[in-house]
């Protein structure tokens, strides 16, 4: 498994510093947040972006996070499909292998809500395979469709693309409606990202993003998770994903350090050099 830290972690703080403290606290693997690859490049070369991580020994196993592809405002979506390939290009250019996309549309009213779903979809994993990008299906936890892994692993069957998988964060796993026994409905090779935190004293029907914590400091089921990522031998990236405007304010380089121990810590790489 690879750990890795998110930008969104950092939010607060600017971009390349960011990287570079993550670097200095240990850290060598990153999901990006593409808001702030963006920003960055309205005012840099590509060739800077690729040196930073080039300087810094950086992996960048995977990018966040793509939504709005399945709005049924027509404007609405063609925006997002105009963004989603200028970011499929940009994942290209960085070799970046996974984009993560927000399974964020309205509850289907019929059949055919669904099948439309299913054609956006693997019209979208098509469109990401030809820029030598996997596309993984976030599920979210309070969406009224698609907010459960059952389900988000049944649409990615049903797709049947080799370009689509799925990116299990573990709080929207928590929040929402899905158990543990979902996980055998995945197929092992379906699963192309995971996330990471926890929680701890807050309801789950009350929990917010803001609520989140290191893996392992919480009361969420952080180590059946692992358990279940060494049984199917997964071998991709493991990130701490915290939205908490709390953890925004630590600085990168203290929080990069404390993050990639925890995240170690949790998946049973005690080195550093695991």
């Known amino acids: 498994m690879i750990p890795a830290i998110s930008q969104v972690c950092s939010l607060a703080s600017s971009f390349p510093e960011d990287i570079e403290d993550y670097s200095a606290g240990h850290c060598s693997a990153v ?19 690729r040196d930073v991580f080039h300087r810094h020994q950086m992996q960048t196993p995977a990018a966040s996070y793509q939504g709005g592809l399945f709005s049924p405002d027509d404007a609405a979506r063609a925006e997002a499909w ?8 940009l994942c290209q250019e960085l070799n970046v292998p996974v984009l993560i996309v927000a399974a964020d ?3 289907p009213r019929h059949a055919d809500d ?19 990008v996997r596309l993984a299906l976030e599920f979210q936890g309070r969406a009224p469709f698609c907010n459960n892994l059952a389900t988000a692993a049944a649409i990615v069957e049903e797709v049947d693309h080799p ?14 409606p899905s158990k543990f026994e979902d996980l055998k409905g995945l197929r092992p090779e ?18 917010t993003d803001a609520d989140r914590i290191l893996p392992g400091e919480g009361d969420m089921a952080v180590a059946p998770l692992v358990d279940y990522l ?21 600085p990168p380089r203290q929080f990069g350090e404390i993050a990639i121990t925890a995240l170690r810590r949790v998946l049973g790489q005690a080195s550093m050099d695991a």
């Open 31 to 49: 999901e990006l947040w593409l808001t702030k690859v963006e920003t960055y490049l309205q005012h840099h070369e590509l060739a800077e972006l």
């Open 82 to 89: 105009r963004l989603f390939q200028s970011r499929l290009n």
């Open 105 to 107: 549309g309205p509850a």
């Open 114 to 132: 669904i099948l439309q779903l299913n054609l956006w979809l693997s019209q979208a994993a098509e469109v990401a395979a030809q820029k030598n």
């Open 163 to 176: 370009s689509l998988g799925i990116c299990l964060d573990l709080y929207q796993f928590y929040v929402g």
């Open 190 to 207: 379906r699963l192309l990202h995971v996330q990471l935190s926890d929680m701890t004293g807050v309801p789950r029907e009350l929990a």
């Open 230 to 250: 060494r049984a199917i031998d997964y071998r991709g990236c493991v990130s701490v994903e915290i939205l908490n405007p709390r953890i925004w304010q630590i």
